[in-house]
C-alpha cells in the first residue's frame, strides 16, 4: 500500500532510534520527500533521540528535534515498501513482517558509542550522517 500521494513507505530500523534511524530518516523525508515517506523505529528504543545527533542535522537545516524513539511492534502491521536495517543488531533481532517487503542491509557505526571531547563526538556523528547520505539515499532511489 502507498501513501499519501502515491508514495513509497521505508521504515528505517535501529536498536535505539536515537541517532542513525533518525538521521536516516530526517534524510530521506527532506532529500526524497517527493518519492519517499519515511518512518524510523527501534528494536530496543532509547528514551529520547541522541541531542547530538539533532544537532548535526540542523547543521544541514533539517529539523529532527521533534521526533521520539518508538519501537518497531508500533509500525510492524504497516504495509512498507521497504525496510532498511541501519545496525547489525537490529537486522539480527528484526522481525518479521506480516505484509512482503523487500528488506536491505547497511550498517553504520553507533555515533552515540564516539568517545572524546563534544568535538570529536560531533565529527562522528557528521561522519555518519554524511555516510547515510551517500550510501543509503541512493540504495533507496535505486528502489523508487
Known amino acids: 500500500m502507498k501513501a499519501v500521494q502515491g508514495k513509497n513507505r521505508v521504515l528505517i530500523l535501529c536498536s535505539g532510534n536515537s541517532c542513525r534511524s533518525q538521521i536516516a530518516e530526517g534524510l530521506v523525508n527532506t532529500l526524497l520527500g517527493d518519492r519517499w515517506q519515511a518512518s524510523s523505529a527501534g528494536t530496543l528504543p532509547a528514551v529520547a533521540v541522541h541531542p547530538l545527533a539533532v544537532r548535526v542535522m540542523a547543521e544541514v ?84
Open 61 to 144: 537545516g533539517i529539523d529532527i528535534a521533534a521526533a521520539r524513539p518508538k519501537h518497531v511492534s508500533s509500525l510492524i502491521a504497516e504495509e512498507w515498501d521497504l525496510v532498511v536495517t541501519v545496525c547489525d543488531a537490529a537486522k539480527e533481532s528484526c522481525p518479521l513482517f506480516p505484509h512482503p517487503v523487500e528488506q536491505l542491509h547497511i550498517s553504520f557505526p553507533d555515533p552515540a558509542a564516539a568517545q572524546g571531547s563534544e568535538e570529536e563526538r560531533l565529527a562522528v556523528f557528521r561522519a555518519v550522517r554524511d555516510d547515510i547520505r551517500r550510501k543509503l539515499l541512493p540504495e533507496i532511489i535505486a528502489r523508487t
